[in-house]
């Protein structure tokens, strides 16, 4: 699905359909009002037969209207004119796409008309682009069988009837978050035998080679000569070789770069402190930070940016067996720092506090770091917000601030000192959980908190809104739409 700019009267646009948008007090937009015009009046009597009554979510779609180029005009309800929020914009153009008609090749939306408080048409434009693309995402990818279901529609225009610089740069924004999403979502939803660390890796390589971007990959020898001894207790247990991932954009010479950090954890089993069996196939989901790392690097790569960003994703499996890590042991992170192990299945913070020691040596400017990494955040917040934690307020108002603008919600969270005294332990500097069932997701942020001091740093617990269960199981893409606008933004 591509999309452009065309530059037309709605009636002239010589697309498979025109989308405009109606009220739900039966006003129409511009565009519909044009239509209205050329067609004698068929808007207007689709409104008072009572077909089309402009409500959130409504479509309906006339043929051959006499006047009108186009074979098809979908009359999308916007609901109310004064209530057309973020959340009904991006909805009105999913409900333009999925009923634009099967025969649609060629869809126009007049979106410039559905006026969005505070917002311009480079936000219109980017949030058209991505929300269209989110209703023909497929997982068929590993079905012997393609669905067929799948719509046809090819290209997707932002129709006005002037050249709008703006429109055009958010379509390229838009798309490019799209193509991030939907790597992101890809490798979140591929199974945990071929999504491994060395197929994150391969992945990456890949990337590198397309976008031209700096790739580094390290293996288990050059993860031990770093003595990263908190990451390598993760990787014990498990047949699969792990790998450090180090991905750098360079579009600012010599400035100081944002560097983004993933949780790799391509399947987590909870290593000898074993998960039980219902719904433990999720847990391939748990590499889903180091998905949206890879996903946000190829938005930028594709944007160019005047930015220096550097993607770190730490990659490994977490499982039992006779070399596993025990809780009990006490480990040698690369700070120097000493972890006692008291529950194996909270590696994620293990292989983390490493990573986030190792990218002290680029100087940041800042580091996020992004993870699936507790139950505890998905009890907090559910699957709306992701769980912000921030040692830095600037840094943490710039992320909520990029949240809102890209549809991406997160909330902050506390990072206070007062809570760090629930990993300290008698036998090592600390230990891997605080106390069972008392706020967990910031137990684990003050984990993390203890190996980021030499950098404004946040982190995203992204454990309820990286994938979705049930009937539409599968990763959501998210935060990389926060991300890309984020490192955008600054
Ligand atoms: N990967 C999980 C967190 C998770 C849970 C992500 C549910 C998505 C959905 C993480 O490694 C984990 O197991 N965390 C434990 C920590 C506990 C042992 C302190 C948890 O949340 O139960
Ligand atoms: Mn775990
Ligand atoms: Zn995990």
């Not at 560097?259 to 196939?281: C, E, H, Q, R, Y």
């Not at 596993?324 to 006692?340: F, H, K, L, N």
Request: positive net charge.
């Amino acid at each position: 699905m591509d999309f452009i700019t065309r530059v037309a009267a709605p009636q002239s646009a010589a697309v498979d359909c025109v989308a405009v948008g109606i009220y739900a007090d039966g006003s129409l937009t511009p565009a519909a009002k044009k239509i209205d015009q050329a067609s004698k009046g068929a808007v207007a009597a689709a409104v008072k037969s009572g077909d089309a009554t402009g409500k959130r979510g409504q479509a309906v779609l006339l043929r051959a209207l006499p006047g009108v180029k186009a074979a098809r005009v979908l009359l999308v309800g916007l609901g109310k004119e004064e209530d057309v929020t973020d959340k009904a914009y991006a909805e009105a153009v999913r409900t333009s796409v999925k009923h634009a008609g099967a025969g649609t090749k060629q869809l126009a939306l007049a979106a410039g008309d559905w006026k969005v408080k505070e917002r311009d048409a480079a936000w219109q434009a980017r949030t058209l682009a991505v929300a269209a693309r989110e209703t023909v995402f497929r997982v068929d990818e590993l079905k012997s069988k393609k669905d067929n279901a799948a719509p046809k529609i090819e290209q997707v225009a932002w129709l006005a009837e002037a050249r709008d610089a703006a429109a055009e740069r958010g379509l390229r924004e838009g798309t490019a978050v799209a193509n991030g999403m939907d790597l992101t979502k890809r490798l979140g939803n591929l199974p945990p035998n071929i999504c491994t660390p060395r197929y994150l890796a391969d992945q990456a390589k890949k990337m590198a080679r397309e976008f031209d971007l700096d790739v580094d990959v390290l293996d288990r020898k050059d993860i031990e000569k770093l003595g990263m001894g908190a990451f390598l207790s993760v990787t014990r247990g498990s047949e699969e070789p792990p790998r450090l991932i180090v991905l750098k954009y360079q579009g600012a010479g010599k400035a100081a770069p944002v560097v983004l950090v993933g949780k790799g954890i391509t399947f987590d089993s909870g290593g000898i402190s074993i998960k039980p069996g219902a719904n433990m196939d999720e847990m391939k989901y748990d590499m889903c930070g180091a998905g949206s790392v890879l996903g946000t690097m190829r938005a930028i790569a594709e944007l160019k940016p005047k930015t220096n960003v550097i993607g770190v994703v730490a990659a490994c499996e977490n499982m039992p067996s006779g070399t596993a890590s025990r809780p009990g042991d006490i480990v040698t992170s690369m700070s120097s720092q000493t972890i006692e192990i008291l529950n194996t299945d909270a590696e994620g913070r293990l292989i983390l506090c490493d990573a986030l020691t190792y990218v002290e040596r680029f100087k940041p400017a800042a580091v996020i770091d992004i993870a699936t990494l507790t139950g505890a955040c998905v009890v907090a917040l559910g699957d709306v917000n992701s769980g912000l934690f921030a040692s830095d307020d600037a840094l943490a108002d710039a992320l909520l601030a990029a949240s809102k603008t890209a549809l991406d919600p997160a909330w902050r969270m506390p990072v206070q000192d007062a809570y760090q005294e629930q990993i300290d332990t008698r036998f090592a500097d600390m230990a891997n959980i605080g106390a069972p069932g008392k706020a967990g997701a910031i137990a684990a942020a003050c984990f993390l908190a203890r190996f980021t001091k030499a950098y404004k740093w946040a982190h995203l617990d992204i454990a309820g809104t990286a994938w979705k269960g049930g009937a539409a199981k599968g990763a959501t893409g998210r935060p990389v739409p926060l991300l890309v606008q984020y490192l955008l933004s600054r």
